[in-house]
Protein backbone atom coordinates (compact mmCIF):
# COMPACT_ATOMS: atom_id res chain seq x y z
CA UNK A 1 0.00 0.00 0.00
CA UNK A 2 1.41 3.48 -0.72
CA UNK A 3 1.70 6.67 1.03
CA UNK A 4 1.29 9.36 -1.02
CA UNK A 5 2.16 13.15 -0.28
CA UNK A 6 -0.27 15.67 -0.35
CA UNK A 7 0.83 16.30 -3.74
CA UNK A 8 0.47 12.96 -5.32
CA UNK A 9 -3.06 13.07 -3.84
CA UNK A 10 -3.25 16.49 -5.43
CA UNK A 11 -2.58 14.83 -8.77
CA UNK A 12 -4.08 11.85 -8.52
CA UNK A 13 -7.29 13.63 -8.36
CA UNK A 14 -6.56 15.40 -11.30
CA UNK A 15 -5.87 12.14 -12.93
CA UNK A 16 -8.93 9.95 -11.75
CA UNK A 17 -11.54 12.77 -13.25
CA UNK A 18 -9.95 13.08 -16.23
CA UNK A 19 -9.27 9.39 -16.64
CA UNK A 20 -12.99 8.53 -15.31
CA UNK A 21 -14.50 11.23 -17.17
CA UNK A 22 -16.22 12.55 -13.88
CA UNK A 23 -16.44 15.78 -12.14
CA UNK A 24 -14.59 17.44 -8.88
CA UNK A 25 -17.62 17.20 -7.90
CA UNK A 26 -18.58 14.20 -7.84
CA UNK A 27 -15.32 12.91 -6.68
CA UNK A 28 -16.07 14.31 -3.62
CA UNK A 29 -19.67 13.68 -3.62
CA UNK A 30 -18.61 9.71 -3.85
CA UNK A 31 -15.65 9.91 -1.01
CA UNK A 32 -17.73 12.16 1.79
CA UNK A 33 -20.93 9.31 0.81
CA UNK A 34 -17.97 6.72 2.00
CA UNK A 35 -17.76 8.58 5.19
CA UNK A 36 -21.20 8.93 5.86
CA UNK A 37 -21.86 5.24 5.24
CA UNK A 38 -19.40 4.67 7.52
CA UNK A 39 -20.48 6.82 10.68
CA UNK A 40 -24.10 5.61 9.73
CA UNK A 41 -23.45 1.82 10.08
CA UNK A 42 -22.18 2.28 13.36
CA UNK A 43 -24.74 4.94 14.99
CA UNK A 44 -27.46 3.26 13.33
CA UNK A 45 -29.59 6.29 13.44
CA UNK A 46 -28.88 6.73 17.17
CA UNK A 47 -30.21 10.47 18.64
CA UNK A 48 -27.18 11.32 19.31
CA UNK A 49 -26.10 15.16 18.50
CA UNK A 50 -23.47 15.49 15.88
CA UNK A 51 -21.83 18.88 15.45
CA UNK A 52 -19.77 19.46 11.73
CA UNK A 53 -16.93 21.78 11.62
CA UNK A 54 -16.39 22.76 7.79
CA UNK A 55 -14.01 24.90 6.57
CA UNK A 56 -14.39 27.04 2.91
CA UNK A 57 -12.31 24.32 0.76
CA UNK A 58 -13.00 21.25 -0.61
CA UNK A 59 -12.33 19.80 2.99
CA UNK A 60 -15.21 21.73 4.04
CA UNK A 61 -17.31 20.50 1.14
CA UNK A 62 -16.67 17.11 2.02
CA UNK A 63 -18.34 18.13 5.94
CA UNK A 64 -21.38 19.37 3.91
CA UNK A 65 -21.68 16.36 1.89
CA UNK A 66 -21.57 14.19 4.92
CA UNK A 67 -23.83 16.58 6.84
CA UNK A 68 -26.77 16.61 4.26
CA UNK A 69 -26.85 12.63 4.45
CA UNK A 70 -26.75 12.50 7.81
CA UNK A 71 -29.59 15.43 7.95
CA UNK A 72 -31.85 13.20 5.28
CA UNK A 73 -31.53 9.97 7.07
CA UNK A 74 -32.95 11.81 10.20
CA UNK A 75 -30.03 12.70 12.53
CA UNK A 76 -29.63 15.19 15.07
CA UNK A 77 -26.77 17.42 13.47
CA UNK A 78 -25.50 20.89 13.57
CA UNK A 79 -23.56 22.17 10.69
CA UNK A 80 -21.20 25.32 10.66
CA UNK A 81 -19.03 26.70 8.33
CA UNK A 82 -15.61 28.21 9.77
CA UNK A 83 -15.41 31.55 8.04
CA UNK A 84 -12.09 32.37 7.88
CA UNK A 85 -11.79 33.29 4.45
CA UNK A 86 -14.00 35.05 2.15
CA UNK A 87 -12.45 32.52 -0.54
CA UNK A 88 -14.66 29.75 -1.43
CA UNK A 89 -14.27 26.72 -3.78
CA UNK A 90 -16.74 26.16 -6.31
CA UNK A 91 -17.46 22.37 -4.96
CA UNK A 92 -17.98 23.98 -1.65
CA UNK A 93 -20.36 26.17 -2.74
CA UNK A 94 -22.29 23.99 -4.47
CA UNK A 95 -22.75 21.46 -1.62
CA UNK A 96 -23.63 24.64 1.11
CA UNK A 97 -26.43 25.11 -1.58
CA UNK A 98 -27.56 21.85 -1.56
CA UNK A 99 -27.75 21.27 2.08
CA UNK A 100 -29.53 25.02 2.35
CA UNK A 101 -32.37 23.38 -0.30
CA UNK A 102 -33.09 20.99 1.93
CA UNK A 103 -33.74 23.75 5.08
CA UNK A 104 -30.70 23.11 6.81
CA UNK A 105 -28.83 26.03 7.00
CA UNK A 106 -25.27 25.81 8.33
CA UNK A 107 -24.25 27.93 10.87
CA UNK A 108 -21.31 30.75 9.87
CA UNK A 109 -19.15 30.93 12.59
CA UNK A 110 -17.81 34.50 12.26
CA UNK A 111 -15.60 34.67 16.26
CA UNK A 112 -15.41 32.80 19.30
CA UNK A 113 -18.82 34.39 20.50
CA UNK A 114 -20.01 32.02 18.14
CA UNK A 115 -19.13 28.85 19.23
CA UNK A 116 -21.59 26.21 19.67
CA UNK A 117 -22.34 24.51 22.94
CA UNK A 118 -21.00 20.66 22.90
CA UNK A 119 -21.69 18.21 25.21
CA UNK A 120 -19.74 15.48 26.37
CA UNK A 121 -21.48 12.74 24.88
CA UNK A 122 -21.72 14.44 21.26
CA UNK A 123 -20.06 14.10 18.84
CA UNK A 124 -17.98 16.36 16.54
CA UNK A 125 -16.97 15.72 13.03
CA UNK A 126 -13.73 17.84 11.49
CA UNK A 127 -13.66 19.38 8.16
CA UNK A 128 -11.95 22.24 8.56
CA UNK A 129 -8.75 21.76 7.22
CA UNK A 130 -7.43 18.87 4.86
CA UNK A 131 -3.42 17.82 4.03
CA UNK A 132 -3.04 21.00 1.83
CA UNK A 133 -3.08 23.00 4.50
CA UNK A 134 0.84 24.89 4.40
CA UNK A 135 -0.05 27.86 7.28
CA UNK A 136 -0.84 27.26 11.03
CA UNK A 137 -4.58 28.07 11.93
CA UNK A 138 -4.64 31.44 13.79
CA UNK A 139 -6.85 33.69 15.62
CA UNK A 140 -10.41 32.06 16.43
CA UNK A 141 -9.78 29.25 14.07
CA UNK A 142 -7.09 28.42 16.49
CA UNK A 143 -8.92 28.91 19.09
CA UNK A 144 -11.88 26.78 17.77
CA UNK A 145 -9.54 23.70 17.77
CA UNK A 146 -8.66 24.57 21.21
CA UNK A 147 -12.40 24.16 22.33
CA UNK A 148 -13.25 21.26 20.66
CA UNK A 149 -9.89 19.47 22.37
CA UNK A 150 -11.34 20.78 25.79
CA UNK A 151 -14.64 19.24 25.12
CA UNK A 152 -13.02 15.74 25.34
CA UNK A 153 -15.58 14.80 22.82
CA UNK A 154 -15.52 12.13 20.28
CA UNK A 155 -13.53 13.05 17.22
CA UNK A 156 -13.39 12.21 14.02
CA UNK A 157 -11.36 13.42 11.30
CA UNK A 158 -12.10 13.75 7.74
CA UNK A 159 -9.38 12.88 5.51
CA UNK A 160 -6.77 14.44 8.63
CA UNK A 161 -6.99 16.49 11.35
CA UNK A 162 -7.19 20.19 11.05
CA UNK A 163 -4.04 21.75 11.43
CA UNK A 164 -1.50 18.90 11.09
CA UNK A 165 0.53 19.04 8.23
CA UNK A 166 1.21 16.43 5.37
CA UNK A 167 4.63 17.33 4.65
CA UNK A 168 6.36 18.86 7.65
CA UNK A 169 6.39 19.23 11.60
CA UNK A 170 4.20 20.93 13.55
CA UNK A 171 5.12 24.88 14.69
CA UNK A 172 2.21 25.10 17.22
CA UNK A 173 0.86 21.88 18.59
CA UNK A 174 -2.21 24.05 20.27
CA UNK A 175 -3.58 24.96 16.51
CA UNK A 176 -4.21 21.15 15.53
CA UNK A 177 -7.37 19.01 16.38
CA UNK A 178 -6.71 15.97 18.46
CA UNK A 179 -8.51 13.28 16.62
CA UNK A 180 -10.50 10.38 18.29
CA UNK A 181 -10.40 8.67 14.71
CA UNK A 182 -9.40 9.73 11.13
CA UNK A 183 -11.24 8.65 8.24
CA UNK A 184 -8.21 9.28 5.34
CA UNK A 185 -8.82 9.35 1.60
CA UNK A 186 -7.43 6.15 -0.21
CA UNK A 187 -3.93 6.33 1.26
CA UNK A 188 -2.22 6.07 4.79
CA UNK A 189 -0.48 9.44 5.31
CA UNK A 190 3.13 9.68 6.52
CA UNK A 191 2.32 12.30 9.08
CA UNK A 192 -0.03 9.53 10.91
CA UNK A 193 3.34 7.37 11.16
CA UNK A 194 5.19 9.82 13.37
CA UNK A 195 5.63 10.13 16.87
CA UNK A 196 6.04 13.71 16.93
CA UNK A 197 2.39 13.65 16.04
CA UNK A 198 1.03 11.03 18.61
CA UNK A 199 -1.48 13.31 20.16
CA UNK A 200 -3.45 14.61 17.23
CA UNK A 201 -3.83 10.86 15.41
CA UNK A 202 -5.45 8.08 17.63
CA UNK A 203 -6.82 5.20 15.24
CA UNK A 204 -7.15 5.62 11.80
CA UNK A 205 -8.50 3.94 8.52
CA UNK A 206 -8.48 4.48 4.90
CA UNK A 207 -11.74 5.25 2.94
CA UNK A 208 -11.21 3.82 -0.77
CA UNK A 209 -12.46 6.62 -2.46
CA UNK A 210 -11.30 5.15 -6.58
CA UNK A 211 -8.37 7.43 -6.94
CA UNK A 212 -7.26 5.73 -10.45
CA UNK A 213 -4.55 3.19 -8.89
CA UNK A 214 -2.53 3.11 -12.64
CA UNK A 215 -1.93 6.14 -12.26
CA UNK A 216 -0.77 6.26 -8.59
CA UNK A 217 1.62 3.12 -10.17
CA UNK A 218 3.08 6.00 -12.09
CA UNK A 219 4.24 8.06 -9.69
CA UNK A 220 6.46 5.73 -8.26
CA UNK A 221 5.62 6.75 -4.79
CA UNK A 222 8.99 5.37 -2.48
CA UNK A 223 6.61 5.28 0.80
CA UNK A 224 5.37 1.96 1.14
CA UNK A 225 2.80 0.69 3.88
CA UNK A 226 2.88 -2.58 4.47
CA UNK A 227 -0.36 -4.98 4.67
CA UNK A 228 -0.78 -8.65 4.43
CA UNK A 229 -1.29 -8.68 0.54
CA UNK A 230 2.14 -7.38 0.22
CA UNK A 231 3.56 -9.83 2.76
CA UNK A 232 2.30 -12.65 0.83
CA UNK A 233 3.99 -11.73 -1.93
CA UNK A 234 7.42 -12.16 -0.46
CA UNK A 235 6.64 -15.13 1.30
CA UNK A 236 8.49 -17.97 -0.31
CA UNK A 237 6.76 -21.77 -0.32
CA UNK A 238 8.45 -24.43 0.76
CA UNK A 239 8.94 -27.02 -2.25
CA UNK A 240 8.68 -31.08 -0.64
CA UNK A 241 12.52 -31.91 -2.25
CA UNK A 242 13.77 -29.08 -0.05
CA UNK A 243 15.90 -30.65 2.94
CA UNK A 244 17.86 -28.34 5.84
CA UNK A 245 20.78 -27.44 4.05
CA UNK A 246 17.81 -25.69 1.55
CA UNK A 247 17.02 -23.21 4.03
CA UNK A 248 20.44 -21.82 4.80
CA UNK A 249 23.12 -21.44 8.07
CA UNK A 250 22.14 -18.60 10.62
CA UNK A 251 25.02 -17.60 13.02
CA UNK A 252 24.13 -15.75 15.26
CA UNK A 253 27.08 -13.52 17.35
CA UNK A 254 26.77 -11.80 20.67
CA UNK A 255 26.47 -12.71 24.75
CA UNK A 256 28.92 -11.87 27.13
CA UNK A 257 28.68 -12.64 31.16
CA UNK A 258 25.35 -12.06 32.48
CA UNK A 259 23.57 -11.17 29.06
CA UNK A 260 23.70 -14.41 27.26
CA UNK A 261 19.71 -14.49 27.47
CA UNK A 262 20.03 -11.94 24.64
CA UNK A 263 21.76 -14.37 22.26
CA UNK A 264 19.76 -16.90 23.35
CA UNK A 265 16.33 -15.35 21.96
CA UNK A 266 17.66 -13.97 19.12
CA UNK A 267 19.22 -17.73 18.19
CA UNK A 268 15.99 -19.59 18.95
CA UNK A 269 14.48 -16.74 16.86
CA UNK A 270 16.55 -17.83 13.21
CA UNK A 271 15.49 -20.91 14.24
CA UNK A 272 11.67 -20.49 14.95
CA UNK A 273 11.64 -18.72 11.37
CA UNK A 274 13.04 -21.62 9.74
CA UNK A 275 16.56 -21.28 9.10
CA UNK A 276 17.77 -24.84 8.41
CA UNK A 277 20.85 -24.60 10.54
CA UNK A 278 21.80 -22.33 13.48
CA UNK A 279 24.88 -21.83 15.47
CA UNK A 280 25.73 -19.31 18.25
CA UNK A 281 28.95 -18.26 18.96
CA UNK A 282 29.53 -17.27 22.46
CA UNK A 283 31.68 -16.82 25.45
CA UNK A 284 32.25 -20.10 26.91
CA UNK A 285 30.00 -19.12 30.26
CA UNK A 286 27.07 -19.15 27.81
CA UNK A 287 27.66 -22.39 26.00
CA UNK A 288 25.99 -24.88 28.64
CA UNK A 289 22.90 -21.88 28.72
CA UNK A 290 22.32 -22.52 25.24
CA UNK A 291 23.16 -26.12 24.50
CA UNK A 292 20.40 -27.03 27.46
CA UNK A 293 17.70 -23.72 26.15
CA UNK A 294 18.35 -24.36 22.82
CA UNK A 295 19.25 -28.13 22.02
CA UNK A 296 18.57 -28.00 18.18
CA UNK A 297 21.46 -24.77 18.07
CA UNK A 298 24.88 -25.68 17.75
CA UNK A 299 27.37 -23.82 20.03
CA UNK A 300 31.26 -22.72 19.54
CA UNK A 301 33.15 -20.11 22.49
CA UNK A 302 35.16 -17.62 22.69
CA UNK A 303 37.15 -16.20 25.67
CA UNK A 304 36.03 -17.30 29.37
CA UNK A 305 32.93 -13.78 29.62
CA UNK A 306 33.28 -12.01 27.07
CA UNK A 307 33.97 -12.25 22.75
CA UNK A 308 37.88 -11.61 22.26
CA UNK A 309 38.96 -13.10 19.08
CA UNK A 310 35.66 -13.79 16.99
CA UNK A 311 37.07 -16.78 15.48
CA UNK A 312 34.44 -19.39 14.84
CA UNK A 313 35.14 -22.30 12.20
CA UNK A 314 31.52 -22.49 10.83
CA UNK A 315 30.62 -21.63 7.55
CA UNK A 316 27.34 -20.02 8.01
CA UNK A 317 25.00 -18.62 5.13
CA UNK A 318 24.46 -15.06 7.24
CA UNK A 319 25.51 -13.60 10.23
CA UNK A 320 23.69 -11.74 12.88
CA UNK A 321 25.98 -9.95 15.91
CA UNK A 322 25.49 -7.67 18.82
CA UNK A 323 22.52 -9.39 20.92
CA UNK A 324 24.29 -9.35 24.68
CA UNK A 325 27.52 -8.33 23.28
CA UNK A 326 29.05 -5.81 25.19
CA UNK A 327 31.64 -3.10 23.92
CA UNK A 328 34.74 -4.26 26.19
CA UNK A 329 37.75 -3.27 24.16
CA UNK A 330 38.66 -6.44 23.44
CA UNK A 331 35.26 -7.14 22.09
CA UNK A 332 35.43 -4.00 20.00
CA UNK A 333 39.25 -5.27 18.87
CA UNK A 334 37.82 -8.57 17.72
CA UNK A 335 35.12 -6.95 16.27
CA UNK A 336 37.35 -4.58 14.04
CA UNK A 337 39.18 -7.53 12.52
CA UNK A 338 35.85 -9.65 12.13
CA UNK A 339 34.92 -7.08 9.89
CA UNK A 340 37.90 -6.40 7.99
CA UNK A 341 38.08 -10.14 7.06
CA UNK A 342 33.84 -10.85 6.73
CA UNK A 343 32.10 -10.71 3.14
CA UNK A 344 28.95 -12.48 4.65
CA UNK A 345 25.39 -10.98 4.68
CA UNK A 346 25.41 -9.51 8.04
CA UNK A 347 21.94 -8.52 10.77
CA UNK A 348 23.36 -5.84 13.16
CA UNK A 349 22.34 -4.68 16.51
CA UNK A 350 22.63 -3.97 20.00
CA UNK A 351 26.20 -3.52 21.47
CA UNK A 352 27.55 -4.02 17.48
CA UNK A 353 25.42 -0.94 16.64
CA UNK A 354 27.30 0.97 19.70
CA UNK A 355 30.68 -0.25 18.60
CA UNK A 356 30.08 1.02 14.77
CA UNK A 357 29.18 4.23 16.47
CA UNK A 358 32.02 4.41 18.48
CA UNK A 359 34.21 3.61 15.43
CA UNK A 360 32.37 5.21 12.42
CA UNK A 361 35.10 4.43 10.01
CA UNK A 362 34.01 0.63 10.65
CA UNK A 363 30.91 1.83 8.40
CA UNK A 364 32.93 1.44 5.29
CA UNK A 365 33.76 -2.18 6.06
CA UNK A 366 29.88 -3.29 5.91
CA UNK A 367 29.24 -5.70 3.09
CA UNK A 368 26.83 -3.85 0.93
CA UNK A 369 23.08 -4.27 2.29
CA UNK A 370 23.83 -5.11 5.67
CA UNK A 371 20.61 -4.98 8.13
CA UNK A 372 21.12 -2.48 11.12
CA UNK A 373 18.66 -2.40 13.68
CA UNK A 374 18.42 0.46 15.88
CA UNK A 375 16.23 1.75 18.24
CA UNK A 376 15.83 5.63 18.63
CA UNK A 377 18.68 6.17 21.15
CA UNK A 378 21.17 3.71 18.52
CA UNK A 379 19.79 5.75 15.77
CA UNK A 380 20.76 8.60 17.02
CA UNK A 381 24.03 7.65 18.13
CA UNK A 382 24.41 6.38 14.33
CA UNK A 383 23.55 9.47 12.49
CA UNK A 384 23.16 12.01 14.87
CA UNK A 385 20.43 14.48 16.90
CA UNK A 386 17.74 15.94 14.91
CA UNK A 387 15.36 18.58 14.87
CA UNK A 388 12.03 16.95 13.95
CA UNK A 389 10.60 13.17 12.47
CA UNK A 390 10.91 14.53 9.25
CA UNK A 391 14.43 15.19 9.45
CA UNK A 392 15.30 12.16 11.13
CA UNK A 393 13.75 10.41 7.94
CA UNK A 394 16.11 12.35 5.81
CA UNK A 395 18.81 11.73 8.11
CA UNK A 396 18.41 8.30 7.84
CA UNK A 397 18.13 7.91 4.07
CA UNK A 398 20.82 10.19 3.89
CA UNK A 399 22.78 7.12 6.27
CA UNK A 400 21.14 4.41 4.13
CA UNK A 401 22.22 5.56 0.69
CA UNK A 402 26.19 6.73 1.99
CA UNK A 403 26.75 3.18 3.30
CA UNK A 404 24.42 1.17 1.19
CA UNK A 405 22.88 -0.41 4.45
CA UNK A 406 19.56 -1.13 4.82
CA UNK A 407 17.84 0.72 8.28
CA UNK A 408 15.45 -1.21 10.38
CA UNK A 409 14.03 1.75 12.62
CA UNK A 410 12.32 0.34 15.48
CA UNK A 411 9.15 2.14 16.71
CA UNK A 412 5.08 2.64 17.05
CA UNK A 413 5.62 2.05 13.44
CA UNK A 414 8.99 0.39 12.38
CA UNK A 415 10.42 2.18 9.12
CA UNK A 416 12.13 0.07 7.20
CA UNK A 417 14.92 2.40 4.91
CA UNK A 418 16.59 1.14 2.00
CA UNK A 419 18.24 4.01 0.04
CA UNK A 420 15.65 6.37 -0.38
CA UNK A 421 12.31 4.08 -0.11
CA UNK A 422 10.85 3.67 3.00
CA UNK A 423 8.54 1.15 3.89
CA UNK A 424 6.39 1.68 7.27
CA UNK A 425 5.12 -1.57 9.17
CA UNK A 426 1.42 -1.93 10.30
CA UNK A 427 1.44 -4.83 12.72
CA UNK A 428 2.54 -4.41 16.20
CA UNK A 429 1.45 -2.74 20.00
CA UNK A 430 3.01 -1.74 23.05
CA UNK A 431 2.85 -5.66 24.36
CA UNK A 432 6.16 -5.53 22.31
CA UNK A 433 8.11 -2.73 24.34
CA UNK A 434 9.67 -5.42 26.46
CA UNK A 435 13.18 -6.35 27.05
CA UNK A 436 14.52 -9.03 24.41
CA UNK A 437 12.02 -8.08 21.98
CA UNK A 438 14.86 -6.75 19.66
CA UNK A 439 16.85 -9.79 19.74
CA UNK A 440 14.30 -11.76 18.87
CA UNK A 441 13.81 -9.60 15.80
CA UNK A 442 17.34 -9.54 14.92
CA UNK A 443 16.80 -13.85 15.12
CA UNK A 444 13.97 -13.50 12.40
CA UNK A 445 15.70 -11.67 10.11
CA UNK A 446 18.74 -13.17 10.04
CA UNK A 447 16.94 -16.39 9.39
CA UNK A 448 15.15 -15.01 6.84
CA UNK A 449 18.20 -13.92 5.21
CA UNK A 450 19.51 -17.65 5.11
CA UNK A 451 16.41 -19.16 3.81
CA UNK A 452 17.36 -16.66 0.53
CA UNK A 453 15.07 -13.41 1.41
CA UNK A 454 17.09 -10.51 -0.12
CA UNK A 455 17.62 -8.45 2.99
CA UNK A 456 15.31 -5.58 2.39
CA UNK A 457 12.42 -8.17 1.97
CA UNK A 458 13.73 -10.21 4.94
CA UNK A 459 13.42 -7.08 7.03
CA UNK A 460 10.17 -6.38 6.08
CA UNK A 461 8.77 -9.80 6.55
CA UNK A 462 10.89 -9.90 9.88
CA UNK A 463 9.24 -6.77 11.39
CA UNK A 464 5.73 -7.61 10.16
CA UNK A 465 5.51 -11.24 11.67
CA UNK A 466 7.02 -9.85 14.84
CA UNK A 467 4.61 -7.28 15.17
CA UNK A 468 1.95 -9.54 14.45
CA UNK A 469 3.13 -11.83 17.20
CA UNK A 470 2.11 -9.32 19.33
CA UNK A 471 -1.00 -8.51 17.47
CA UNK A 472 -2.75 -12.32 17.70
CA UNK A 473 -1.28 -12.59 21.31
CA UNK A 474 -2.83 -9.69 23.14
CA UNK A 475 -6.32 -11.19 23.39
CA UNK A 476 -4.77 -13.90 25.47
CA UNK A 477 -2.12 -11.83 27.07
CA UNK A 478 -3.01 -7.97 27.62
CA UNK A 479 -0.15 -5.99 27.08
CA UNK A 480 1.65 -6.42 30.49
CA UNK A 481 2.18 -10.39 30.35
CA UNK A 482 3.61 -10.20 27.29
CA UNK A 483 7.60 -11.11 27.09
CA UNK A 484 10.06 -11.65 24.60
CA UNK A 485 9.58 -15.04 24.67
CA UNK A 486 6.22 -15.11 24.03
CA UNK A 487 6.84 -13.38 20.43
CA UNK A 488 8.21 -16.56 19.63
CA UNK A 489 5.15 -19.05 21.13
CA UNK A 490 2.82 -17.07 18.89
CA UNK A 491 4.78 -17.10 15.80
CA UNK A 492 2.86 -19.79 14.14
CA UNK A 493 -0.32 -17.96 14.40
CA UNK A 494 1.53 -15.40 12.39
CA UNK A 495 2.49 -16.93 9.85
CA UNK A 496 -0.52 -18.77 9.50
CA UNK A 497 -2.50 -15.60 9.80
CA UNK A 498 -1.17 -14.78 6.48
CA UNK A 499 -3.68 -17.59 5.03
CA UNK A 500 -6.58 -16.41 6.94
CA UNK A 501 -9.52 -15.18 4.68
CA UNK A 502 -10.52 -11.83 5.72
CA UNK A 503 -14.05 -13.42 6.20
CA UNK A 504 -12.76 -15.93 9.02
CA UNK A 505 -10.75 -13.22 10.21
CA UNK A 506 -14.04 -10.94 10.71
CA UNK A 507 -15.92 -13.87 12.59
CA UNK A 508 -12.87 -14.83 15.06
CA UNK A 509 -12.74 -11.27 15.98
CA UNK A 510 -16.42 -11.28 16.44
CA UNK A 511 -16.09 -14.35 18.39
CA UNK A 512 -13.38 -13.27 20.55
CA UNK A 513 -14.47 -11.80 24.32
CA UNK A 514 -12.74 -8.64 25.09
CA UNK A 515 -10.15 -8.90 28.21
CA UNK A 516 -9.36 -6.69 31.00
Known amino acids: MYILSPQQIAKADKATIKNNGITSLQLMEYAATQCFQWLHQRLQGQNIKIHIFCGIGNNGGDGLVIARHL???????????????????????????????????????????EFPTI???????????????????????????????????????????SGLFGDKSVSDKKSVLKAGHTLTFQTPKLAFLLPENQEFINT???????????????????????????????????????????????????????????????????????SGLVSAYVPKCGYNIIQIAIPEVMVEVDEDNTLSYFNFKTTPTVIGIGPGMGTHEKTAIGFKNFLKENSLPLVIDADALNLLSLNPELLELLPEKSVLTPHPKELERL??????????????????????????????????????????????????ATAGSGDVLTGLITGLVAQGYEAELAAIFGVYLHGKTADVAIQETGYETFIASSILDYLPDALLDLFTPKEIEKENLEEEEPTD
Open 71 to 113: HQHGYNIDCYVVNFSDKRTPEFLENYNRLKELGKWPKVINNEL
Open 119 to 161: SFEDIVIDAIFGIGLSRKPTGYTKKLIQYINSTKVFTLAIDFP
Open 204 to 274: WEVIDIGLDFNFIESLKPTVNYISKEDILTIYKPRNKWSHKGTFGHSLLIGGSFGKIGAITLASKAALKIG
Open 383 to 432: IGIWENDYDKLDKAIAFSTKHNVILVIKGAHTVIISGKKLTFNSTGNPAL
